[in-house]
């Protein structure tokens, strides 16, 4: 009578079903570390950019709802740099939307991720008028701690109009 050997059949079909070895687990591991190491850079620079695509429109936001309300309640709107000490990032800190002497109809907290947003020749303050007309031609300037790359120019014309170049170099 000869037995059959129940033990090696089953010892041979659990060695077919075992999981990763150390070296494919190595390799997998050291793939994830290659690939993520190309992708934060890039991803990095994405964040930063929406970043700025964010504080610009939301610039841009606050300059077209104070020419709105100017116009709507026939007196002039200020939109004013919260803290105009820093001559290099006076609109950095952020800045308010304001009736001439009167209520506050929006405030803008100070801009995040290392942002600079500076008016040329020191302007901290930007007016307009019930015409819906600026008081003086103004353009900030808005870029992060990046430097050579690419920042946001918004400029306001004295028709009270807000145009923005998306392809300024900061320096």
Request: aromatic residues 4%.
């Amino acid at each position: 009578m000869t037995k059959y050997n129940h033990t090696t059949a089953e010892q041979q079909h659990h060695s077919d079903e075992s999981g990763f070895t150390l070296v494919e687990l190595m390799v997998t591991l050291a793939l994830a570390a290659i690939l993520t190491t190309m992708a934060v850079p890039s991803f990095t620079s994405m964040t930063k950019n929406n970043r700025l695509t964010a504080q610009a429109n939301q610039l841009v936001t606050s300059l077209n709802l104070a020419r709105s309300e100017a116009i709507n309640r026939r007196t002039t709107i200020n939109v004013a740099a919260t803290d105009a000490s820093n001559s290099s990032n006076e609109w950095g800190k952020g800045w308010s939307v304001a009736v001439n002497g009167g209520s506050t109809l929006r405030i803008i907290p100070s801009l995040e991720g290392g942002s600079t947003l500076d008016g040329n020749n020191g302007i901290s303050t930007i007016q307009y008028l019930a015409s819906g007309r600026a008081s003086t031609t103004n353009t900030l300037t808005l870029c992060d701690d990046r430097t050579g790359e690419t920042g946001r120019q918004i400029t306001i014309l004295t028709t009270g109009r807000v145009t923005m170049n998306s392809n300024y170099t900061c320096s």
